[in-house]
Nanobody
Framework: QVQLVESGGGLVQPGGSLRLSCAASGSIFSIYAMGWYRQAPGKQRELVASITKDGSTNYADSVKGRFGISRDNDKNAVYLQMNSLKPEDTAVYYC?????????????????WGQGTLVTVSS
């Protein structure tokens, strides 16, 4: 019904930058919030950043001042600009869409996840 497709992961040196992109497709009426989570080996998945439809943002303390989240509501897309990357940022990054209202009756809502994109920060 709803698919999230991520792109932009890869290998980067410490101090470098990457930009992740995620686009939602399907019959979508609206999406309340979109965000990025990450999961490092042996650790639980954690919230990195999220943004609501009206632009309110939330960041994990570990990325404040280094990462920036933005959103294009017309394209149902969300972006994560990651600067000053550290080795501890290495993880699989997952895109999330929260409260996706479908575009056909009865206009149910659901949550959706992307397949994940690997970010490796290493010299």
């Amino acid at each position: 019904q709803v698919q999230l497709v991520e792109s932009g992961g890869g290998l980067v040196q410490p101090g470098g930058s990457l930009r992740l992109s995620c686009a939602a497709s399907g019959s979508i009426f609206s999406i309340y919030a979109m965000g990025w989570y990450r999961q490092a080996p042996g650790k639980q998945r954690e919230l990195v950043a999220s943004i609501t439809k009206d632009g309110s943002t939330n960041y994990a303390d570990s990325v404040k001042g280094r990462f920036g989240i933005s959103r294009d509501n017309d394209k149902n897309a969300v972006y994560l600009q990651m600067n000053s990357l550290k080795p501890e940022d290495t993880a699989v990054y997952y895109c999330n869409a929260d409260e996706v209202v479908l575009g056909y009756p009865p206009y149910n809502s659901l949550d959706a996840w992307g397949q994940g994109t690997l970010v490796t920060v290493s010299s």
